[in-house]
């Protein structure tokens, strides 16, 4: 079963992570022939204080 983790910083709405979902799961069918029914993709939306580049960090 496939597993996609997609990380950010900041916030998606409802919709534009819906059309993520259906991009990633159509992509993992058409390449590599897995069904939408059994890909799992989770969103991990941070802050950017949570994450850095170096010594810097994003928030």
Do not use: H
Not at 3 to 29: C, D, H, P, W
Not at 31 to 54: H, M, R, S, Y
């Amino acid at each position: 079963m496939p597993y996609i983790n997609v990380r950010l910083i900041g916030k998606l709405s409802r919709e534009q992570k819906q059309k993520i979902a259906s991009e990633f799961s159509e992509t993992m069918l058409k390449v590599a022939n897995k069904p939408k029914e059994v890909t799992q993709i989770v969103f991990d939306e941070l802050e950017g204080q949570n994450w850095a580049v170096g010594d810097k960090l994003y928030g």
